[in-house]
Structures are given as C-alpha cells and as structure tokens.
C-alpha cells in the first residue's frame, strides 16, 4: 500500500494542513488505532455510496492510497464531491457544515474522513 507517490501526496497534505497525515499514524500498523486515538474517534468514517467522478470537472477519483476527496459546499450553495482543484479553485474551506475532506484508504477500500 506504501509507494513513492503515497510518500509524496503525504508530504504536500501534511504541509498544507500542518499535522501528520492520519494515515501515517495508524496505517502502518493496519489498525488505524493511532488514527482512531489522534482523533478521539470510535471508529474510521467513510464515505457511503462514493462517486466516481469530480461534479465540477468530472476527473475520476483515483482509487490509491491517500488520493484526496472532498465533499463540500460551494459559493453557490450548493453541496458536491470535488477534486483538490476544483476544491482550491472554487475558494471551498473544511469544517462543520462547509466541507469535509476524504482521502482513499487500501486497507479499507473507501474514503475515510481525514478533515473537516
Ligand atoms: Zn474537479
């Protein structure tokens, strides 16, 4: 589940929001205990019935380890399943009722919330 890429995508998320990427805590050991303590979370959420696809630009989500994914609301008001583009592009910001951000896990195959 680890490669190059993983490591890099780790390393741009991790400057971005300034803390360790949750996976790296807890999915080395394919528990995701370190996630579920780091976060005070009783269990790993994940995103029920994903889209495959951008709503905005229609690039498909990539199903790899750490790959982004956020639902969000836009400027417009209106709710959808965005890539890292359309996400910064549409000026889109996590939290309680703005947006959440998912990043794809291997060992569960889903996205698990990481943000937001
Ligand atoms: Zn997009």
Known sequence: MSDDNWDLRRKLWEEAHGTPHPFSLGAVLGTFEGFKERYNVSEVKTYINPPDECDACQASFIRREGEPMFD?????????????????????????????????????NAWVKVAG
């Open 72 to 108: 969000a609301r836009t400027t417009t008001g209106q709710w959808g399943n965005l890539c890292r583009v359309c996400f910064d592009s549409m000026h889109c910001s996590l939290g309680t009722g703005r947006g959440q951000e998912y990043a794809f896990s291997v060992e569960h």
